[in-house]
């Protein structure tokens, strides 16, 4: 059974909530105004398009959330193709969800969510003392209607159901567990001889006139970069909110609408007893447990120190059965109204009589009183200011984040009409290049910026980058005012980097070259075969390998040993590999054993899982137009 009244369980209604919010409270408004200006169709479900812009603004909102619950969190990372392919994978992925709902006629029952709402904490806050639901407040702070949240958590949770049966089944048996661990955490004992590109690099000496062909052929390798002037300007929080100032009769009507909250409500703690009788139940099973309750009290009333210990045997709600009931502190607002009207109308120690709600038939024990003490006016006012600022700011900066976003986009052969308008500064910054700076902070090394700056149209056109939402609060546009293109540097200058880069391609071929001989002599003569003395390998001791040579001694075939391989390091050189024996693994302990066993289970659900996607995709003739990021780099 779900938890009641309180908010323990891992994933709660708080992370659905943070999930719902509406896009344009993390992206701003004039992600709205925009999201319509590119058409293209990077990928299709079920017969519907998702456009550019469609992605564009599901990658931002995506990386704002993650910004703003990960601060420290490097913006490279969010701002990568690969992470901005994992969010047109993502909103594919939903697509095909809502069509299998849809096709599958899968539905939430209200009891489910009437369960969840009065779990949710966050959502107990928006209850009146009357008990009536705050729906402006509500309103206010999520900028959603009550209905529009109840309609997103019904698509979330039903979309749940989708993969529900296949990951809820998952199994995999102890025999095919024990053949795959026991082969992945195999041990062999190898030999390797390495042939390092530095050894036979060190004897390289190319000529000048060969230095001079390897610069003409590899020009690409040996250039200053592309350059770009600009002008710039940042719109973020600290510049919206120098105009702000605050009315003194405005503070005070603040302070006596909110006083109480803002010097915190007066909380209680107290342990209780549920026994479990939904509103929805036939009449004679709440009369059953509503008879079990009354001996209960009985009990209770003549044993009161027993009541830690009848809950936990007794008690429908596990959550705090096993903590003798207890519930902890807790505000009026956290709890249904009849349980947080008897709480709050007892004295510490007291036990209370019968308290019937929604899940059922409550003994309360009234254990401790937190009081809270009303301030002044005055004592009040720092508070009060820098609430009521940052509500003005918050409002504020939407309202100039539109102006901003719409005028750098209207007017786009400057930024100086803007930068007047709002008063803010017009920047400059020189010989910036399509890298971000290394260790660099601010707007001068977002990618996404940078991108914005070196687009045909800022580049060919001189005109403004519309706005670049950096997190934070923070807009930027940006204009190039010079443009530099790459150039192949002079030999002269770049001599040593054209010796090092002749000397390694060499130096390699040389390594490959010797290390496959010595492969084909070892294999025709093995007595002949000079190496270093053997290592045990397995994926947890790597024995300092290079990832290849281990992957090939793990994986060569051992039905004939000694098994000799090469392997071919790329840079690094080449090796010769000698498999000598396979060295079961060691019995892992029992704990170890149950562990690992547990692992693999989740793996096989997690294939299976995936599997089941895969046919959802194919089912729902899912085409994803955009390649991935690692294939387009193979391409080219």
Same mark, same amino acid.
């Given at each position: ?200 690099? &060190? ?78 139940? =036939? ?159 601010? =707007? ?65 071929? $040389?390594?490959?070259?010797?290390? &496959? ?6 294999? $025709? ?8 003395? $053997? ?93 991935? =990021? ?7």
């Amino acid at each position: 059974m779900f938890e009641f009244i309180r908010k323990h369980t891992k994933v709660t209604m708080g992370l659905l909530f943070l999930l719902i919010v509406p896009s344009f409270v993390l992206f701003g408004l004039d992600g709205y105004n925009r999201s319509g200006r590119d058409t293209a169709v990077v990928a299709r479900v079920d017969g519907q398009d998702i456009t550019q812009s469609e992605w564009d603004f599901a990658h931002q909102n995506e990386v704002n959330r993650l910004r703003a619950s990960m601060p420290t969190l490097d913006a490279k990372l969010l701002d990568s193709p690969e992470a901005k392919y994992g969010s047109l994978e993502r909103m594919v992925r939903d697509r095909v969800f809502a069509a299998a709902v849809i096709q599958s006629g899968l539905v939430v029952p209200d009891q489910k969510l009437q369960r969840l709402y009065a779990e949710d904490k966050a959502l107990a806050s928006f209850r009146l003392p009357d008990g009536k639901f705050d729906r402006a407040g509500f309103m206010a702070q999520t900028q959603m209607t009550p209905e529009a949240y109840e309609a997103s958590l019904r698509a979330d949770l039903a979309t749940r159901q989708v993969m529900l049966g296949v990951a809820s089944s998952g199994f995999a048996a102890k025999a095919a567990a024990d053949v795959s661990l026991n082969a992945f955490f195999e041990k062999r004992e190898v030999q390797v001889a390495r042939f390092n590109t530095a050894d036979y690099a &060190a004897r390289v000496t190319p000529s000048d006139a060969e230095l001079e062909q390897f610069y003409k052929d590899n020009q690409a390798l040996f250039q200053a970069p592309e350059q770009v002037a600009i002008e710039y300007v940042v719109l973020n929080m600290d510049a919206v909110t120098k105009g702000i100032t605050l009315n003194e009769q405005d503070l005070k009507t603040y302070y006596e609408q909110n006083a109480a909250q803002l010097a915190g409500n007066e909380e209680r703690r107290a342990s209780h007893i549920l026994i479990e009788a939904p509103a929805s139940a =036939p009449a004679a099973d709440r009369q059953k447990a509503k008879e079990k309750a009354d001996q209960l009290l009985a009990a209770v009333k003549k044993a009161p120190d027993s009541f830690a210990d009848l809950a936990r045997k007794n008690s429908s709600d596990t959550g705090s059965a096993a903590n003798g009931g207890d519930l902890d502190f807790f505000a009026r607002k956290a709890m249904v109204k009849p349980f947080a009207d008897a709480a709050f109308s007892m004295k510490k120690g007291d036990i209370s009589e019968l308290v019937e709600t929604e899940f059922g038939y409550h003994i309360i024990k009234l254990t401790d009183i937190k009081t809270s003490t009303q301030k002044t006016f005055e004592e009040m006012r720092p508070a009060l200011e820098a609430e009521l600022r940052q509500q003005q700011s918050q409002k504020k900066f939407a309202e100039t984040a539109e102006t901003f976003s719409n005028a750098v986009y209207e007017q786009s052969d400057s930024l100086r009409p803007i930068a007047e308008r709002l008063k803010l500064e017009v920047k400059t910054a020189s010989n910036l290049n399509r890298t971000p700076a290394l260790g660099g902070t601010g =707007p001068l090394v977002n990618p996404k910026f940078l991108e914005a700056l070196f687009s045909t149209d800022a580049v060919g056109q001189k005109r403004n980058t519309e706005a670049i939402d950096l997190g934070g609060s923070q807009l930027v546009s940006g204009r190039v005012t010079q443009h530099t293109p790459a150039r192949p540097l002079p030999l002269a200058e770049v001599k040593d980097r054209v010796r090092e880069r002749l000397q390694q391609q060499r130096g390699a071929e $040389a390594a490959r070259k010797e290390g &496959a001989e010595k492969l084909a002599a070892w294999k $025709a003569n093995p007595a002949a075969a000079s190496m270093p003395p $053997a290592v045990v390998v397995s994926r947890e001791q790597a024995q300092q390998l290079p990832a290849a040579a281990l992957k090939a001694a793990l994986s060569a075939e051992t039905t004939a040993l000694p098994a000799l391989l090469g392997v071919d390091l790329g840079t690094q050189g080449y090796a010769v590999v000698k498999v000598l024996k396979v060295l079961p693994r060691e019995a892992p302990a029992a704990a170890l054993a149950q562990q690992e066993q547990a692992q693999y289970a989740q793996w096989w659900t997690s294939a299976e899982s995936l599997a089941y996607y895969n046919i959802l995709k194919e089912r729902f003739k899912v085409d994803i137009k955009v390649s991935r =990021p690692a294939e387009q780099k193979t391409g080219a």
